[in-house]
């Protein structure tokens, strides 16, 4: 099943995919661009992962890492589908970064690879937008970079764990203005789902809506105002998300 | 039944002025509780009555998320002197430093501070937490504490690490590693947040000394660099920073951070296999 949750008529609902349309909690029909999107689940504490794919840490000049690159991400970055983010006037390289989002379902403390899967209450989509420009080297990447206000997209769906046959063999697409940038494949990353909560739950206790964004594989391009993007992760969802510039914000 | 009294303005019980309204929370209510707090005393006034801190099970006061600043005491970026200019850091820092202590880090006063598995030493980070009352997005240094509520004790709890390349989640994202407390001292009742006497103690002996004056943006200047691009929430702690050679505890320990002004933060230092995370979230 996919869920979604959504803002229509004042009030936020949970919605589901009904042929084309969405069907709410409470029994209303409704068209998807009736609807505001919110992110899939209130995330938690949000891991994410640098240079999970090598192909991607090539392409930055880095070698893979031999523990998971982990940094945290807080609330405030988070904005659902079809949504817009904004693009200071002042940087010259922000890209996308198309990854499967897992999501946390019970808590979870020094969990084996083999039972990993049991802790995973679904999937969905992210796009970890990246300023390259604020780069610092240190806790590289840094919040400045990757926890901006509207910099990390989340949704549309969250996709029931039972409904995914592996999340480990999925395709990875990200579209500029219906122009192919990005691809790849959930098989390439460096650490898989797996060993990344086998990891995080060595040293921490995960709780449900904990997220892990897995990484993002190669394909990194600027992106201007006006341009729209769409990460997708095959049978997971497309998400799609608007660059805006600083002008659309009058208090600064 | 300890009689309080009012005196020029001020609670006065057993002698003892209790100058700052504060909050706190006490584990199982749901609501922040209202007290007044006095300097240097383990005593509060709880609606005219006066209790000793030892009889409140107090709880994480917090809400909302914890942002940490690496490297804003000028003596934590003088103790990098010229390693800031070589591989891997290549030049020093423009814009704050921060990090997140997450919900499972998030511990209350009195409580144990788990040792890991392997672990010898803690790092105690002592810092004065700013907590946002209202929702902060892009504001200046002027009216930055205007978005203020009030201020708090936070220990930010590390596994000692020497690199700071990159982001220290292993090392400071343990559970139980982030002891706040024991309550948000009003906004008004602070003069100047940046003249914060600082102290650690471990087993009773002084191990630290330091101040608020010592920052390299001050809590004002802080509040608007972060967020110019990052909104702060109601309920948000930033971290103004943790001060340089910051003292480590080990199994057994009891560690007291003490913020003049604020308060005292108590905690000991426990085998992990006896910590119970309970309370908030």
């Known amino acids: 099943m996919r869920t979604a949750r959504i803002s229509y008529g004042g009030a936020i609902h949970e919605a589901f995919e009904w042929e084309g349309r969405l069907k709410l909690d409470d029994g209303r029909i409704v068209e998807e661009k009736d609807v505001v999107w919110l992110t899939p689940i209130v995330p938690r504490t949000v891991f994410a992962l640098g240079l999970n794919y090598a192909d991607h840490a090539a392409e930055l000049a880095f070698d893979a890492p031999s523990e998971p690159l982990v940094f945290l991400k807080g609330p405030n970055t988070f904005i659902g589908h079809q949504s817009t983010t904004r693009r200071p006037a002042d940087v010259s390289y922000m890209h996308y970064e198309c990854e499967l989002a897992v999501i946390i379902g019970k808590t979870a403390r020094n969990v084996k690879k083999e039972n990993a899967y049991k802790y995973i209450k679904g999937y969905s989509v992210a796009n970890d937008y990246a300023i390259r420009d604020y780069l610092e080297n240190y806790y590289r990447p840094n919040l400045r970079v990757k926890n901006r206000d509207t910099c990390t997209p989340f949704g549309p769906w969250l996709v029931d764990a039972a409904d995914v046959a592996d999340p480990m063999d999925l395709k990875l697409t990200t579209h500029v203005n219906n122009e192919l940038v990005q691809q790849g494949t959930t098989k390439d990353m460096v650490f898989d789902i797996p060993t990344l909560i086998e990891y995080l739950s060595s040293f921490m206790t995960l709780s449900e809506n904990d997220v892990i964004l897995t990484g993002t594989p190669k394909g990194s391009v600027d992106t201007a105002v006006g341009d729209v993007v769409v990460t997708e992760v095959q049978g997971i969802g497309r998400l799609v998300n608007t660059i805006i510039g600083d002008e659309s914000f009058t208090n600064r | ?281």
């Open chain 2, 1 to 281: 039944m300890v009689i309080c009294t009012m005196e020029n303005n001020s609670l006065v019980a057993k002698g003892v002025k209790y100058v700052s309204h504060a909050r706190l929370k006490v584990l199982g209510v749901p609501e922040l509780v209202s007290v007044d707090v006095g300097s240097g005393t383990k005593t509060v006034v709880i609606d005219g009555n006066e209790v000793n801190m030892n009889d409140i099970q107090f709880d994480t006061p917090i809400t909302g998320t914890v942002f940490g600043t690496l490297m804003n005491f000028k003596g934590v970026l003088e103790g990098l002197a010229e390693a800031v200019h070589n591989k891997p850091y290549l030049s020093p820092p423009i814009a704050p430093v921060l990090y997140i202590k997450p919900a499972n880090t998030f511990n209350r006063y009195g409580e144990g501070i788990p040792m890991p598995e392997g672990i010898s030493q803690l790092e105690m980070g002592a810092a004065l937490g700013i907590v946002i009352g209202k929702k902060a997005v892009a504001v200046n240094e002027q009216t930055a504490l205007d978005y203020v509520a009030g201020f708090t004790i936070v220990n930010d709890v590390s596994i000692p690490h020497e690199s700071i390349y990159r982001p220290a989640v292993q090392q400071k994202a343990r559970d139980g590693f982030c002891p706040i407390g024991p309550w948000i001292v009003d906004r008004q009742a602070v003069s100047n947040p940046d003249d914060l006497p600082i102290r650690v103690y471990i087993n009773d002996e002084l191990r630290q000394e330091n101040s608020t004056k010592n920052l390299i943006r001050p809590v004002a200047r802080l509040l608007a660099d972060v967020t110019e691009f990052m909104t702060l929430n109601p309920g948000d702690v930033l971290l103004v920073g943790v001060p340089e050679e910051a003292p480590q505890a080990k199994l057994g320990d009891k560690v007291r951070i003490e913020i003049a002004g604020i308060g005292i933060l108590e905690n000991v230092i426990v085998d992990e296999k006896t910590f119970i995370r309970r309370g908030t979230k």
